[in-house]
C-alpha cells in the first residue's frame, strides 16, 4: 500500500466488490489503485467446514491515489458504484491511523489470515497473525465458530468485523 498517496472508500453495491475493483484498474490503468481488502473465513454448511475468502468490509471497495474531478466522473459511472464515501468538501480521506490498521492486518498478502490465540485467566492472548499486538481491540470470542469480534473504525465510524482465529493451548 502507498502510504503517500490519499486514500478514500467507494460505496458499492454488495457483491459487486471485485467486479468494480477490475473495471477501476482497467479505466483507470496505474493512476489509481482499487483495494477489497479480504479474510479468510471458516464456514460450515450440512455438518462440513469449510475456508471461504470474504470482503473484510463488504460493499466497500478502497481507492489510493489522486481523485481529479477527471477521475471522479469515470469512477462513478462504473456500473455497481453507489457513491463515494464523501463530506461537503468531496471524497473524504480516509484518516492515516485506519489506513495503518488495514495494512497491518493485510502485511501477509491481500487476505488476512488467521491469528492463533489463547486465553488464559481470562485475557486474550494472540501468539502470531495478524492480530498480533492487537489484542485490545477484540471485543468477543466464540471457540465453537473459532472467530473474533474486532471493533475497527472506518470513515470515523466504528465498524465490528469477524475474523477466524485457531484457538491453542498455552505452552
Known amino acids: 500500500m502507498n ?10 453495491a454488495t457483491g459487486e466488490e471485485d467486479r468494480v475493483k477490475e473495471r477501476i484498474h482497467f479505466i ?16 460450515r454448511k ?7 475468502i470474504r470482503p473484510l468490509f463488504p460493499g466497500y471497495v478502497l481507492l489510493n491515489g489522486q481523485i481529479s474531478s477527471r477521475a471522479y466522473n469515470l469512477i462513478t459511472g462504473i456500473p455497481g458504484v453507489i457513491r463515494f464515501l464523501k463530506d461537503s468538501a468531496g471524497p473524504q480521506e480516509i484518516y492515516k491511523h485506519e489506513i495503518w490498521f488495514i495494512s ?12 492463533n490465540i489463547y486465553i488464559k485467566g481470562g485475557k486474550i492472548e494472540v501468539t502470531d497473525g ?5 489484542e485490545g481491540l477484540i471485543q468477543s470470542v466464540d471457540r465453537r465458530k473459532g472467530r473474533v469480534k474486532v471493533l475497527v ?8 468485523v469477524e475474523l477466524c482465529v485457531t484457538m491453542i493451548q498455552p505452552a
Open 153 to 160: 473504525d472506518l470513515m470515523g465510524q466504528p465498524r465490528t
Open 104 to 115: 497491518k492486518l493485510l502485511s501477509e498478502g491481500d487476505i488476512v489470515g488467521y491469528s
Open 130 to 134: 495478524p492480530l498480533y499486538g492487537l
Open 46 to 52: 450440512e455438518g462440513i467446514w469449510k475456508e471461504r
Open 3 to 12: 502510504e503517500d498517496l490519499k486514500w478514500y472508500a467507494l460505496f458499492v
Open 28 to 43: 483507470m490503468k496505474a493512476e489509481i489503485k482499487a483495494l477489497v481488502p479480504k479474510r479468510k473465513m471458516k464456514e
